[in-house]
C-alpha cells in the first residue's frame, strides 16, 4: 500500500512510513451530538394469522298463515296459455259462424235469381180481394180523367198475377214470349199495382236487371202509351204532365235516346238504383245496341189475368 503523507510504497502491515516516519493508521474519535436522538432496535413480532368464522345466529320460525304466497312462474305461464287457447276457441267460433251464414246467403240468392218467380196475389190478401171484386162499372169510374190523376189510362186497374222471367231478349220478343205464356207484358195502371210488383222485385236478387214492360211509343212522336197483346196502342200518355207516373219515373226521364251514342229509346223497362225501382225508356235491344253490356242482366214481367 502506499504512505497516506508522502504517498511512498510501504508494506502492507506497516505501521509507520518507511519514508516520512507517519503513521500508517489514524484513529477519529468521533463524538456523540447530544440533540441527535437514539432509538431502540425494533425487532416485530411475527404475525399470526387467525381463520374468521361466521358467527352463527339463531334461527326463527315465522308463522305462514294469513300471508299471500307468490305465484311461481310455470303458474304463470299455465294461465296465459290458458287464456290464448280460449280466445283462439272463441276466434274460431266466429270465423265459422261467419262462413256459414255467407254459404247460406249465396244459396239462396242463386235459387231466387235463375228460377222463373210467379208472383201469388194472395200475398197482398186485402188489397187484391177488394179490387178484384170491384165491379166493371166501379173500375170505368176510376179510369175517368181527373183532376188529380192527369189524363186517363184506359186499361184494368187491378192487382193480378205476375211472372218475372230472367232472359236475355229484345223488347218485342219479350211481348211475343209473355203472349206464347197466355199473358201479356205488364202494364202498370195505379201506384197500387206499382207498389205489388216492387214488392214482388224486392224478393229476389233482382237489383242488377232491366226489365222490360208493356209500354213504348211510336217513332214519329214522344208519347209513351201501353201496348196491348192486340198490338193496339192504348188511350192515355204515360209521360203526360200531371198524372201519378211522374213519382215514378227516373230523374230527367223519358230522355228518347240515349246521350252521346246516338242510340234511340222507344220501349219502357223498370231498373233499381239507390234502393228503389224506377220507370226508364230505353232502347229495343239492350245488348245488341250496347255490345253485350247488358247479358245476363236482362229480363221481363208478365202479367196474367
Known sequence: MKCLFCGAEIPDNAKFCGQCGSKTHVEVEIEPDQNQMVYPAYQQEPYHQEQ?????????DYPQEGYPQAQSTSEKNNIGIALIVILLIVLAALVGLMVFLFINKNNKASSEVLDLVTYDASKVPEV?????EETAETASEEAETTEDDGPAIVDDKAIHEYEIVYKDVTWQQAYNQAIQKGGYLVRINTQDEFDAIVELLNEGENGKYRFYVGGKRESDNRDYRWFNEDGEY?????N????????????????????GMDIEENSLCLFKVSDN?????????????????FSGSIGYIIEYE
Do not use: R
Open 277 to 293: 225501382w224506377w220507370l226508364n225508356d230505353t232502347t229495343d235491344d239492350l245488348n245488341g245496341d250496347y255490345d253485350d253490356l
Open 52 to 60: 374468521y368464522q361466521q358467527p352463527e345466529y339463531p334461527q326463527y
Open 128 to 132: 187484391t180481394t177488394e179490387v178484384q
Open 234 to 238: 192504348l188511350d192515355g200518355v204515360i
Open 240 to 259: 203526360a204532365p200531371g198524372n201519378w207516373y211522374d213519382s215514378i219515373w227516373y230523374d230527367n226521364e223519358p230522355s228518347f235516346e240515349e246521350d
